[in-house]
């Protein structure tokens, strides 16, 4: 989350900004809103080896300490929902649960032996996702990991393994990734002032005035959105959107909350993760405002994945909106974390589901600059829809003027962009207006862009804030896409599922659909002509890519 000052026709407006604190889960799953922590990385660029080797060991963790890990298990159909993810596509015809499923007796089998070794074990049939609770002896036995406290030489506390974890001969069939055998969290600033940039703003700029002016409104379409956020704090959040609607002339909002204490620990006191949840739900109900939204809420640990996880297998014709990742260098570092921190992207393949993810905002620089280039995960996944930023200008009556890429050199301020060093290049980013895979073998980051820079008004612990940056940019693409869904069922077609191999067959045709953005950088690359590791395809005209996208479907497009 990124915010900045914007003040329409006022010159010399007063910035008031107050200081959130973003944070990062596993190796490092940052948020752009915040949640505090004891541990803390000064430059946000660290992977959990790098602060091991920085830091002092204090002892063993503590004999009572509890500790949650997080098992991915492996499907039935493992090389078919591989294929499909890896691909950057959705499954259609059989998919679901079919493709999702690991083998329930593997699992029973695997959740006796963690039984046995002391944990206490949760699990439903079908589930891609294992819960197991524990204490440090557990996970000795069952993994022959010995976890120790460390201090940060800046102060943090953490707790990580002395190596990497050995499976048992009963696990081994079934589990594909571990999480939860360190709480390493990295930590970095951003700003929140007032102002921001309204709902008609943005239906006028991206042409979606003429979709709600046709009906469409996200009626009978669900955009699920995974939080950092306390549920004692729903309320708040649930009022927050009240009085956003009542200022911007929206009808009330149905959303709810899905908690489960298997996705703690949740962080208490002041939690200004609230800042991040009111401007996702905020920025969806402006676009589609008759959508259902269901937030799922993950605390300071690894219960992100589960309740990632949770999110799209309980939502297979929903929307995902996701405003949260981590430095792509990090999961590459911790192998048996990433393929559990991957599994709802796995199944995200399975469901054939639209998510879109944000790209961070440290331009090129997700790891640090010292770093150089490095892009976020999970918005590098081939099926999650990474959405960079960029920077707007108004054109005639509000209308659409023109845009920049994203990428303030003097507040180091930008779109995440760049090419994966973790996923190879999917068939859908190797046609006409991608670069050669011989220069850029890897994913390409961002697929799309809208405004980062421009803040959005949003209503935040009761208070008018303005708050931008691609974690405003993704869930407006969420809930475009509310909008589009609504126009395929009226007209008895599928859903969207997911969108990419559509939207680069759509931007091919060059008919206006995307707004290819030719100016600007994100502090390392710049915009140009067809993709760009700085806007991707561009922005949307959201008129035309409902007509193009329509016709797509009908012509058997998947």
Same mark, same amino acid.
């Given at each position: 989350?990124?915010?900045?000052?914007?003040?329409? /026709?006022?010159? /010399?407006?007063?910035?008031?900004?107050?200081?959130?604190?973003?944070?990062?889960?596993?190796?490092?799953?940052?948020?752009?809103?915040?949640?505090?922590?004891?541990?803390?990385?000064?430059?946000?660029?660290?992977?959990?080896?790098?602060?091991?080797?920085?830091?002092?060991?204090?002892?063993?963790?503590?004999?009572?300490?509890?500790?949650?890990?997080?098992?991915?298990?492996?499907?039935?159909?493992?090389?078919?929902?591989?294929?499909? $993810?890896?691909?950057?596509?959705?499954?259609?015809?059989?998919?679901?649960? =079919?493709?999702?499923?690991?083998?329930?007796?593997?699992?029973?089998?695997?959740?006796?032996?963690?039984?046995?070794?002391?944990?206490?074990?949760?699990?439903?049939?079908?589930?891609?996702?294992?819960?197991?609770?524990?204490?440090?002896?557990?996970?000795?036995?069952?993994?022959?990991?010995?976890?120790?406290?460390?201090?940060?030489?800046?102060?943090?506390?953490?707790?990580?393994?002395?190596?990497?974890?050995?499976?048992?001969?009963?696990?081994?069939?079934?589990?594909?990734?571990?999480?939860?055998?360190?709480?390493?969290?990295?930590?970095?600033?951003?700003?929140?002032?007032?102002?921001?940039?309204?709902?008609?703003?943005?239906?006028?700029?991206?042409?979606? =005035?003429?979709?709600?002016?046709?009906?469409?409104?996200?009626?009978?379409?669900?955009?699920?959105?995974?939080?950092?956020?306390?549920?004692?704090?729903?309320?708040?959040?649930?009022?927050?959107?009240?009085?956003?609607?009542?200022?911007?002339?929206?009808?009330?909002?149905?959303?709810?909350?899905?908690?489960?204490?298997?996705?703690?620990?949740?962080?208490?006191?002041?939690?200004?993760?609230?800042?991040?949840?009111?401007?996702?739900?905020?920025?969806?109900?402006?676009?589609?405002?008759?959508?259902?939204?269901? &937030?799922?809420?993950?605390?300071?640990?690894?219960?992100? &994945?589960?309740?990632?996880?949770?999110?799209?297998?309980?939502?297979?014709?929903?929307?995902?909106?996701?405003?949260?990742?981590?430095?792509?260098?990090?999961?590459?570092?911790?192998?048996?974390?990433?393929?559990?921190?991957?599994?709802?992207?796995?199944?995200?393949?399975?469901?054939?589901?639209?998510?879109?993810?944000?790209?961070?905002?440290? /331009?090129?620089?997700?790891?640090?600059?010292?770093?150089?280039?490095?892009?976020? $995960?999970?918005?590098?996944?081939?099926?999650?829809?990474?959405?960079?930023?960029?920077?707007?200008?108004?054109?005639?009556?509000?209308?659409?003027?023109?845009?920049?890429?994203?990428?303030?050199?003097?507040?180091?301020?930008?779109?995440?962009?760049?090419?994966?060093?973790?996923? =190879?290049?999917?068939?859908?980013?190797?046609?006409?207006?991608?670069?050669?895979?011989?220069?850029?073998?890897?994913?390409?980051?961002?697929?799309?862009?809208?405004?980062?820079?421009?803040?959005?008004? &949003?209503?935040?612990?009761?208070?008018?804030?303005?708050?931008?940056?691609?974690?405003?940019?993704?869930?407006?693409?969420?809930?475009?896409?509310?909008?589009?869904?609504?126009?395929?069922?009226?007209?008895?077609?599928?859903?969207?599922?997911?969108?990419?191999?559509?939207?680069?067959?759509?931007?091919?045709?060059?008919?206006?659909?995307?707004?290819?953005?030719?100016?600007?950088?994100?502090?390392?690359?710049?915009?140009?002509?067809?993709?760009?590791?700085?806007?991707?395809?561009?922005?949307?005209?959201?008129? &035309?890519?409902?007509?193009?996208?329509?016709?797509?479907?009908?012509?058997?497009?998947?």
């Amino acid at each position: 989350m990124k915010s900045k000052l914007l003040a329409f /026709g006022v010159a /010399g407006a007063a910035v008031v900004a107050v200081v959130v604190v973003a944070f990062a889960v596993g190796p490092e799953h940052d948020s752009h809103a915040a949640v505090p922590s004891t541990a803390r990385s000064d430059d946000g660029s660290q992977t959990l080896q790098q602060a091991v080797a920085l830091s002092t060991r204090l002892g063993p963790l503590s004999a009572t300490a509890k500790v949650q890990i997080v098992l991915s298990l492996r499907s039935k159909r493992e090389q078919t929902l591989e294929r499909l $993810f890896s691909n950057g596509q959705g499954a259609t015809g059989s998919k679901g649960s =079919a493709l999702i499923a690991p083998s329930t007796e593997l699992v029973r089998k695997a959740l006796a032996t963690a039984r046995a070794a002391g944990f206490v074990t949760a699990w439903a049939p079908g589930d891609a996702i294992a819960s197991l609770a524990g204490n440090p002896k557990s996970v000795q036995r069952l993994f022959g990991v010995r976890l120790s406290r460390y201090a940060e030489p800046g102060g943090g506390i953490f707790f990580a393994g002395d190596r990497a974890p050995k499976l048992p001969s009963s696990l081994e069939p079934v589990v594909t990734g571990v999480a939860g055998l360190d709480d390493f969290v990295q930590l970095s600033p951003a700003e929140v002032t007032p102002g921001g940039a309204t709902p008609p703003d943005m239906l006028k700029f991206y042409d979606v =005035a003429p979709l709600r002016a046709a009906g469409l409104d996200g009626s009978g379409e669900t955009v699920v959105l995974p939080e950092a956020i306390n549920p004692a704090l729903f309320a708040t959040l649930r009022s927050d959107l009240a009085r956003y609607s009542t200022e911007h002339g929206l009808p009330p909002a149905d959303i709810s909350l899905r908690a489960e204490n298997r996705w703690a620990p949740f962080v208490s006191g002041k939690d200004t993760a609230l800042t991040e949840a009111d401007l996702d739900v905020d920025v969806v109900h402006a676009i589609a405002p008759k959508a259902k939204l269901i &937030i799922y809420p993950f605390g300071a640990g690894n219960g992100f &994945i589960p309740a990632e996880d949770a999110a799209v297998t309980e939502n297979p014709t929903g929307i995902l909106s996701l405003s949260y990742g981590g430095c792509e260098q990090a999961y590459i570092s911790s192998p048996a974390f990433l393929k559990a921190a991957e599994q709802p992207w796995l199944d995200v393949a399975g469901e054939n589901l639209s998510a879109f993810g944000s790209t961070g905002d440290e /331009g090129a620089y997700r790891c640090g600059q010292s770093k150089g280039p490095w892009i976020e $995960f999970p918005s590098d996944t081939p099926v999650l829809v990474a959405v960079g930023g960029t920077v707007v200008f108004l054109g005639k009556n509000g209308s659409y003027g023109f845009e920049m890429a994203w990428g303030e050199a003097l507040t180091e301020w930008g779109g995440g962009g760049g090419v994966s060093k973790l996923f =190879a290049r999917p068939p859908f980013q190797k046609g006409a207006g991608y670069p050669g895979t011989k220069s850029a073998p890897g994913r390409l980051v961002p697929d799309v862009a809208a405004n980062a820079h421009l803040g959005w008004s &949003i209503v935040s612990g009761g208070k008018d804030e303005e708050v931008g940056g691609t974690s405003a940019a993704a869930p407006f693409w969420a809930g475009l896409t509310a909008l589009i869904d609504q126009d395929l069922v009226r007209n008895h077609l599928r859903r969207v599922g997911v969108p990419l191999g559509a939207f680069a067959a759509i931007a091919s045709k060059h008919d206006g659909a995307f707004h290819d953005v030719t100016a600007g950088n994100n502090l390392f690359y710049n915009a140009g002509t067809g993709w760009d590791a700085a806007t991707g395809l561009g922005s949307p005209d959201a008129a &035309i890519l409902d007509r193009d996208i329509k016709a797509y479907i009908k012509a058997g497009g998947k």
